[in-house]
């Protein structure tokens, strides 16, 4: 899945973390399925414990940071 494919589902996750939402933790299991292929293992299990522990504020920070680091940067949203 390519970072346009993907950037959707990272979007939709960002609200979901910024509303405090706990359907986050189901649509980040999801967006991990979909980032194995991209080099970011260790912030993508940052951000399942994050997201596992509703640290959802550190967890939208790392989110962005995977964005950025795929080439599907949050801002531009």
């Known amino acids: 899945m ?4 993907i950037k959707p589902m990272l979007v939709e996750l960002y609200g979901l973390l910024a509303a405090n939402k706990t359907e986050a933790r189901d649509l980040t299991e999801s967006v991990s399925r979909h980032l ?5 293992d260790q912030e993508v299990r940052r951000l399942q414990t994050q ?7 550190n967890a939208r920070k ?6 950025e680091m795929i080439g599907a940067p949050l801002s531009s949203s």
């Open 62 to 67: 790392t989110l962005e940071e995977i964005a």
């Open 2 to 5: 390519g970072a346009s494919e």
């Open 36 to 40: 194995i292929s991209w080099d970011a």
């Open 51 to 57: 997201v596992g522990r509703f640290d959802f504020e």
